[in-house]
């Protein structure tokens, strides 16, 4: 029996309003959509993926859920090298999205406080060295 892991398959976050979420996502982040999750003609969840399609994310309609991670920092993504950390920082200053800047963490640097709209944290890791 093989029970060997290959990864995530995907992240699914709860959000109080799919068509915001998305928006700030594909701007911010630049993910863009896999798959849209229409019930009964309402738009309730879309899949995500960032350009590499090297991430998926999946968003969905339940704002009773979003509460509880509000403030949370439920998605780390890995970058490379400290010189692409410091591009996703210049990014999100170009873009007027507050954050809380690069630091050193228990391995490698974080840049931290990126929220959605939502209040979610959004966080990047490079593991190699400082940045």
């Known amino acids: ?10 992240v699914k976050l709860p959000v109080s309003d799919v068509r915001r979420s998305l928006e700030w996502y594909e701007r911010v982040l630049g993910f863009r959509i896999q798959l849209e999750f229409v019930e009964d ?3 309730e ?3 995500l993926t960032d350009p590499g399609e090297t991430v998926s994310l999946a ?10 991670f509000t403030g949370f920092d439920p ?10 950390l410091r591009a996703w920082q210049r990014r999100l200053d170009d873009l007027g999205e507050a954050h809380g800047g690069i630091a050193q ?6 840049l931290m406080g990126l929220r959605d709209p939502d209040g979610i944290e959004i966080r990047f890791y490079c593991p190699g060295g400082a940045a």
């Open 1 to 10: 029996m093989d029970t060997t892991l290959a990864g995530f398959h995907h």
């Open 41 to 43: 003609g309402v738009l």
């Open 45 to 47: 969840g879309v899949a």
């Open 59 to 68: 968003l969905r309609h339940d704002p009773a859920h979003v509460g509880g």
């Open 75 to 84: 998605i780390a993504l890995c970058v490379p090298t400290a010189d692409a």
């Open 105 to 110: 963490g228990h391995v490698g640097s974080v």
